[in-house]
Structure formats: C-alpha cells, structure tokens
C-alpha cells in the first residue's frame, strides 16, 4: 500500500502545477482554503481509486474527507483495510 | 562586526504587495481592538456605513444590525440567532399573505423533512439519490401546475409553490447531501443555512451546512480576524460599485456604446449597430458581468463574514485565470461549487469508471449542459408559466448552444495535461489569460437572459461579427 509519503508527493505536484510554492504540511487544508480546486479535487479521487481501490460510489464522497493529506492518508487507511 | 544592510525590494515585488485596502486583519493592534466592547461597536458602524451604500431601506438595515449586533457581542447564540432569523424574515415579509406565509413554511417544512428522511434511512434508494428525488419531484411540480387551467385556485396555489420551491431547492439539496459529512444532526446550521441572514441569489452562499460549520470561527480572536475581512471584501465592494458607476457613464452614456441585447435587437430589426460597436458591446459585457457578478458576491460574504464565518470570496481575480476552468472557479465560485456538487461529482464517481476521458467529458457535461440549464430554466420559471412549457423551451435555446459549447471548452480545458505553468508574463499569464477572455467574450453572445432572441436570430448576429451574413 502507497504510504503518506507518496500522497504527500503527489499533492506537492497538484500545488506545484496550481503555481503554489508554499510549504505544505500535512495537516494543512488544500480544498476549503482554496489551495487546490475541483480540477485538483478530481485527480485526488482518481489518484485514490486507481492506487488504493477506493469506490467512492460505494462508500459516499465528501470534500472534507480529502481536505489535507492526513486526511487523505487516514481515508486511505480506512477504505484499504475495509477494501482488503 | 559587520553591520547588514537590508536591501530594498525589487519594484515587482513592492506592487504585488501593494493593497488599495490595507490588511487590516493583519495588525495585531486592531485584531486585539475589535475584540473589545467599543472595537466591536466600532467594527458594527463601519458595517452599518458601508452596507448603507447598497441598501435604501433603512429599516432592513437596521433589523440586519441588530442580527448581526447580536452575534457579535453574543457568539455563543450565534447558530440559534441564524437559525430563527430567516423564519423571522419570512413570517414578517409576508403576514399579509396568509396563504403565501403557509405556503413559504411549508417549503421550509418539506426541506427540514427531507433532511429527516435522508438521515434516517441513509441506505434506502433515496437516501443513496437525494438531490436526484428532490429535482425530479420540483419538475412534476412544474409539469402539474403547467397542467392545471388558468385561474383556478389549484393554479394559483400550484405556480406560487413553484417560484418558492425554485428559490429554495438549491439550499434544500445541500441540507441533503450534508448527509456524509460531520457532525450529523446538527439542524441549527441546516435551518440557518435555508436563505440565510446574509443574503443569497438563488445559489446558496456559501454553499450548505456542512461548509459553515467548517469555516465558522472558534473563538474570539478568530471572530475578530473574520470580521475585518468581512469589512474590507465590502469596502472593495463599494470602491467597485463606484467604479461601475463611472463604467456606465463613459461607456454608455457618453460613448454611446450599446448593451448588447440592444444591439442584437437593432440586427433583428435589420437595422444593424457598426460592426466595430457590436464588438465593443460584447467585449465591455464581459468586463461589466465580471464586475455586477463581484459586487453582489463581495457584498453577500462580506455580510457571511461579519457574522463569523470564514466564508472565500465568490470572485477572486479573474482575470488573472489562464485556463477556463481556473476562470469559473474565480469567476462565480459558489456556482461553480454547487454545479461540482451536485451534478459533476455525482456523475463522475458513478459512471464510465474505466475511461477516464469519457468519464471526464460526461461528468463535465452532466455539471454544464443539464445541471445549469435546469438551474437556470427553472430559476426563470415565469416563462414557464407566461408561455407555457414547450415555448419557454423554445425560447432557451440559445442558453442550450451556450451551455454545449461552454462544456465542451471545460472538457477540454480538463483534459488538456497539466504541467508546471510557463515561465515568462506574455507567454505563461498575458496570452492564455486574453484566450480565456476572448473566449467568453465571444460566448457571452449567447447568454441573453431576455429571452426574446430565437437561436436563429442570436447565430445570425454571432456570425455577423465575423463578416458572415445568413
């Protein structure tokens, strides 16, 4: 399973491509405070799909869930575990 | 020693710091003043003042004070105050109407209910398709009253239901999709967010519930932080009504440039405005919606902050966007949101999973073609009720071409790969930013909310601007 480090990779991309280039820390939010956009919000649920099955027609989706990368780690966690 | 010397900043630097409006919010001084009793009383006048320029009814002004007073010097009845004031609105507004009072609180009852019903039985069909219940159910409301004969009372009753359920529907499908989000049960928010206090168009701001009870403020230093901001987004908001006051006068009324349903009318008429006027009309439009759809927005979460919620602003520099999609997201952001909503993200997470582009191109179409034209068509549901209901399709027609091409622009503007952005002003900010700005303006053709131009007449004078004439 993907760890913290590769979602943390990733959303340094989102941003990096987004022009931000200020530092990101885990627990920052990234949707609710405008960092990342819909667009962004999008790659999130495929990244999530594609790298830890999560079917989020299944289990409900709510941008908060993936409002930073703690979040977005525990949700993997979560759904991996009840997926595996 | 050596001494260090600081070296000035460059001037690029100094003007991208600088602020017609100073970051109040930013002053420990006046964070730690609006915290006081006088601070807070200071903070309230500087709203009342500002707030003065948009509203000519003083006694809505006052009352709105003294709800926002309230919250201010009492935060912790900050959700009841919220909650019982649009009750409070709507019985005051309409206690001469009995059967519009009754009508209006059955609405407000149907959305409460509904909310009950989806917490309930989150599992059931609709639990699992709220949103797509409550919109089919308003369009057999639409088609019974379009049913029902001329001057009867099931008529009246049914077409005044429809215009209070069209104003209400949006707000009452963000209180069902607050179904996943945390802490559930809470219908304080739920209640405060039905037409809030601070105003609304018929898109919820900022968004439902479960977005206030993310961004609303914690404790006092927060209130105070939020409640600068609130006052600064509303003085920008006046500084830019003032300046589309002057926009207006030049333009219009000296320039004598015209609007551009008048310019379409003048082709219709076969008596054609210039060519280079059509243009200058179409291309102050773009320039002057950004600018009415800046105002109201500031206006509205300047008010949602001075109550205490962090809310973002609904415009912010759009034309700074260099691709389309970063535009709608700066240009009518709470639109936008409530189109990813409801319509976009649905379709995505459900269906064309293992095509990605396709499952891209359906969401986006899903969002644009058919969640913005009903939006928009029943938001306009007097024409419905003026013309019936295969006229009034009629006569959306040229919304319909708009809201194709606009879906086809997004798709392609998400599918594009996107990469780091390109060095350089002209290359990386100017250029894409003037491609999204010509784009729209050439769009905006199509976006007459007169509804009097058949998509005929509206191609006609779009191909006119290009020397084209049918």
């Known amino acids: ?84 | 020693m050596e001494s260090q010397t600081i070296s000035p900043k460059p001037l690029r630097v100094q003007l991208a710091e600088f602020r017609l409006i100073p970051r109040i919010e930013t002053y420990p001084w006046a964070v730690s003043f609006a915290q006081t009793a006088w601070g807070k009383l200071v903070v309230l006048a500087v709203f009342g003042l500002e707030l003065r320029c948009f509203h000519t009814d003083i006694a809505a002004l006052l009352l709105l004070l003294l709800f926002i007073g309230t919250i201010t010097f009492l935060p912790e009845y900050r959700r009841f105050v919220l909650a019982a004031t649009p009750f409070a609105l709507v019985v005051t507004q309409n206690i001469s109407n009995p059967i519009r009072l009754s009508l209006n609180l059955a609405v407000i009852a149907l959305g409460i209910i509904l909310y009950w019903c989806v917490m309930k039985w989150p599992k059931s069909r609709f639990g699992r398709r709220p949103v797509a219940f409550l919109l089919t159910g308003f369009s057999a409301l639409i088609l019974l009253a379009c049913a029902a004969a001329p001057s009867s009372w099931p008529y009246s009753i049914l077409w005044n239901l429809v215009g209070l359920m069209a104003s209400y529907i949006w707000f009452i499908a963000y209180a069902l999709t607050d179904r996943n989000s945390q802490p559930r049960r809470d219908l304080t928010l739920e209640l405060a967010s039905f037409r809030p206090l601070w105003g609304s168009t018929n898109t919820p701001f900022p968004k439902g519930a479960a977005y206030l009870r993310r961004i609303e403020a914690q404790n006092p230093e927060q209130l105070a932080i939020v409640q600068l901001k609130g006052l600064k987004l509303l003085a920008w908001a006046v500084l830019l009504a003032l300046f589309q006051v002057f926009w207006n006068q030049f333009f219009h009324s000296y320039l004598q440039i015209p609007l551009p349903d008048d310019a379409l009318a003048m082709s219709v008429r076969g008596t054609p405005v210039a060519w280079h006027l059509r243009w200058e009309s179409q291309i102050l439009y773009y320039f002057e919606l950004v600018l009415f759809v800046s105002i109201f927005g500031h206006k509205i979460i300047a008010c949602c902050r001075v109550a205490g919620f962090n809310a973002l602003r609904n415009t912010y520099r759009p034309l700074s966007s260099t691709t389309l999609m970063e535009f709608f997201n700066r240009f009518y952001y709470y639109f936008k949101e409530l189109l990813v909503d409801l319509f976009f993200f649905p379709a995505f997470l459900r269906y064309w999973k293992k095509h990605r582009r396709v499952r891209m191109v359906f969401a986006t179409f899903a969002a644009v073609v058919f969640g913005n034209s009903f939006f928009h068509f029943t938001r306009d549901w007097q024409f419905i009720q003026s013309d019936g209901l295969w006229k009034s399709m009629v006569s959306y027609e040229p919304s319909i071409v708009y809201n194709v091409v606009l879906a086809t622009g997004l798709s392609i503007s998400q599918l594009r790969k996107r990469g780091p952005r390109t060095a350089g002003f002209v290359r990386g900010r100017l250029l894409p930013s003037a491609g999204v700005c010509i784009f729209y303006t050439i769009l905006l053709v199509f976006s007459s909310a007169s509804r009097i131009f058949s998509v005929m007449d509206t191609l006609r004078y779009f191909a006119s601007l290009f020397f084209i004439h049918f």
């Open chain 1, 1 to 84: 399973m993907k760890g913290k480090v590769e979602i943390h990779t990733f959303v340094q991309e989102l941003l990096t491509n987004s022009g931000d280039d200020e530092p990101l820390a885990d627990g920052d939010s990234l949707l609710l405070s405008g960092r990342l956009q819909s667009i962004d919000a999008v790659e999130i649920v495929i990244f999530l799909e594609e790298s830890f099955g999560i079917d989020f027609a299944q289990i409900g989706f709510d941008r908060e869930d993936i409002d930073s990368i703690d979040l977005i780690f525990s949700l993997a966690q979560t759904a991996g575990s009840a997926h595996s």
